[in-house]
């Protein structure tokens, strides 16, 4: 099967309070990261790109169950996608719910190299607790991560530490996992003990700090891929060196 070429951000934050401007923010967060993106088109129930001449009161305006509708480029053949949803307090860290913002950008060089500088705009526009750029299928490989029983194995099938589901974690602002870029706030920073200037070395080294003092941290050079074992080893040692990613640390 050919894998989509395509990455995903997610970004997690404090739930929106009614016409929130955090919404503006993280729109016109991504066109300024992006050289040449305007994200000025909705699409019609057909999928189609329908322009928005007024977007941003057009926004403003849709903001609804605490969360905003899909936006796009308005190029078939490039499309950058995002929208904001609501998730519930009680699928959420701590019993809070949270506002998540999903994007997605297609896998090339432009926006490879774009991507760190997309990934904070969004997040600290949001006012973002953590958040994650990873390649498309990510997610089918976390969720064999999620502990569902007590009973269950030690590790994924990848070899990988199981993880609480997000709802067994005490604190928003610990991320529940870890993707290719990650973005940490300043209280995620602080919640899991990076940097350590002596054990994060490395890590240091492919991270950038935030305007508003958090992290972004890259694990590997290229988009993490799992099927690379030099990147499969990359994530373990982040998980080994984080243990309160993910509630490990927790009983």
Not at 139 to 163: D, I, K, N, Y
Not at 217 to 245: M, S
Request: aromatic share 8%; net charge neutral.
């Amino acid at each position: 099967m050919i894998k989509p070429r395509t990455l995903t951000l997610i970004v997690y934050a404090p739930s929106l309070v009614g016409k929130d401007g955090r919404t503006l923010d993280v729109i016109r967060g991504m066109e300024k990261a992006l050289p040449g993106l305007r994200l000025e088109w909705r699409l019609s129930e057909g999928g189609r790109p329908i322009a928005l001449p007024r977007r941003d009161t057009w926004l403003i305006k849709s903001i609804e169950d605490g969360g905003f509708p899909l936006i796009c480029n308005g190029d078939e053949s490039y499309p950058v996608t995002v929208m904001g949803c609501e998730n519930s307090a009680l699928f959420s860290p701590g019993g809070q719910s949270q506002f998540e913002v999903h994007a997605k950008l297609p896998l090339d060089e432009p926006v490879i190299a774009a991507a760190a500088v997309v990934l904070e705009a969004v997040a600290e526009g949001a006012g973002s607790f953590w958040g994650h750029v990873s390649r498309y299928g990510y997610g089918s490989e976390v969720a064999q991560q999620f502990r569902r029983s007590a009973h269950g194995p030690e590790r994924s099938p990848r070899g990988l530490p199981m993880l609480n589901l997000p709802e067994k974690l005490l604190k928003p602002e610990l991320p529940c996992f870890l993707g290719w870029l990650n973005y940490w706030s300043s209280a995620a920073a602080r919640a899991i003990g990076f940097p350590d200037p002596d054990r994060d070395a490395e890590l240091l080294n492919r991270a950038r700090r935030t305007a508003s003092g958090g992290w972004v941290v890259q694990l590997t050079e290229a988009p993490l891929d799992y099927d690379n074992p030099a990147h499969l080893d990359a994530l373990k040692r982040a998980y080994e060196r984080f243990p309160q990613i993910g509630g490990r640390d927790s009983p």
